[in-house]
């Protein structure tokens, strides 16, 4: 058996960020859909304060496309649909077939933590609804809740969501954050619509999606990208066409995708960027110190007192090194950055750039230092951006 190949943490490192886009020339040809393809999956979130995570994707890797032609992109001409895979997240409507095997799983679960009172009936009425009257929200449908807390869902909320965990109804899109649920008959391509993929294969396709997606894994990697359990990467890893590897200070085994390792002597210009805390590039918090070095929590749902860096702090991607921190905000047409940690000196003028980009892209004409613990640092980031 001939000995894995061995690859430095920094070769590593630099197949990770051209596997995510970050590394060598953005494809502007493909555009938005181009980097959901790339990507296999964009992750969505409530939380908007630059602007929502989606649209933080594309822009992290691509500079300022609009936002409206992101959302145009993702949801127009059947090219995506949105569906449970890191979390809920938008796929390329060419996965479909892929999460055959999730749908097959929920459906033999026979219902999700909410419980249908009357399934038959319910079921019926809201595929009866969508068959008649095309896309709707659940509250077009009859209404989402029963009026109590934000989880106290209504029967025809939990009878949508059933369909849509099962595959017979699917999210065409959001509006004004909630999800429009079709009919999947109607939304998913025909060459697409069907669940003839076995278990096995299904997992195949996602491990090596992920592998290729992420230039170079661990098990560990592999399983989280789509949500899959470590068995089941370790029954399909050996069909993926991934390529076992060994990485300095990895310490576990891992699989580069062998495109990756063919563009590994390429150079290509780094991007600089803030980066949503749900970019895949670094959704993985263990992943993300393993490669970059760089311990990343959300703060979001931490008491105000107890944050460290920030509600929404956006980590700060420089020379294809992750080397500090902006908490943004916005008031007016100004953008504020509340907090802002940076590693060295060096991270200046690359965090004033990202901060002066980010404020252009969402309409702001001016930036805003509040907090900036290190004097020294302070006055030269405030001047940097001024």
């Known amino acids: 058996m001939n000995k894995p190949a061995s690859l430095s943490a920094d070769e590593a490192r630099r197949m990770a960020l051209r596997a995510q886009g970050f590394l060598g020339a953005p494809d502007r ?7 959901l393809r790339r990507l296999g999956a964009v992750q969505l979130d409530t939380i908007s304060v630059l602007a929502r995570s989606h649209e933080l994707i594309p822009y992290a890797r691509l500079g300022a496309v609009g936002r409206t032609a992101v959302e145009t992109a993702y949801w127009t001409e059947n090219h995506a649909f949105e569906y449970w895979s890191h979390a809920a997240c938008i796929l390329p409507v060419e996965e479909w077939p892929h999460f055959a095997f999730r749908r097959r799983a929920r459906r033999a679960r026979g219902h999700r933590w909410h419980v249908l009172q009357d ?31 934000w989880w106290d869902w209504s029967e025809t909320k939990i009878a949508v969501e059933w369909l849509l965990d099962t595959g017979d109804v699917v999210c065409t ?16 391509p025909d060459a697409l619509f069907h669940d003839d993929i076995d278990d096995a294969e299904c997992l195949r396709r996602l491990v090596a999606q992920a592998g290729a997606a992420m230039g170079v894994a661990t098990r560990a990697d592999l399983a989280d990208y789509h949500r899959v359990k470590g068995e089941q990467v370790d029954a399909v890893i050996a069909g993926t ?3 076992p590897v060994e990485v300095e200070g990895w310490g576990k085994p891992a ?11 390429r150079g290509g210009r780094h ?23 760089f311990t990343h929590r959300l703060e979001a749902y931490v008491p105000k007192p107890q944050r460290i860096h920030g509600y929404f702090a956006m980590p700060l991607l420089s020379g294809g090194r ?5 908490d943004p905000a916005r008031e007016g047409s100004t953008l504020i950055a509340r907090q802002v940690t940076l590693d060295s000196a060096r991270a200046v003028e690359p965090m004033a750039q990202a901060l002066r980009e980010a404020a252009e892209w969402v309409g702001c004409d001016s930036v805003r230092i509040e907090r900036l613990d290190d004097p020294a640092l302070a006055a030269a980031l405030r001047a940097a951006v001024a």
């Open 29 to 35: 040809r493909g555009g938005v859909r181009g980097i």
């Open 322 to 326: 992750l080397v500090g921190r902006a």
């Open 241 to 243: 066409g991934l390529v």
């Open 255 to 265: 699989w580069a995708d062998p495109a990756a390792l063919a563009e590994l002597s």
């Open 119 to 149: 399934a038959e009936r319910s079921i019926a009425a809201v595929l009866d609804r969508l068959k008649a009257d095309g896309p709707l929200t659940s509250t077009e449908l009859g209404g989402a809740k029963n009026g109590g807390p």
């Open 271 to 293: 991007r600089t960027t803030l980066l949503s805390p749900f970019d895949s590039l670094i959704w993985d918090r263990p992943r993300t110190e393993r490669v970059f070095g």
């Open 173 to 188: 899109r959001r509006r004004g954050w909630k999800r429009v649920y079709d009919l999947a008959e109607r939304a998913v």
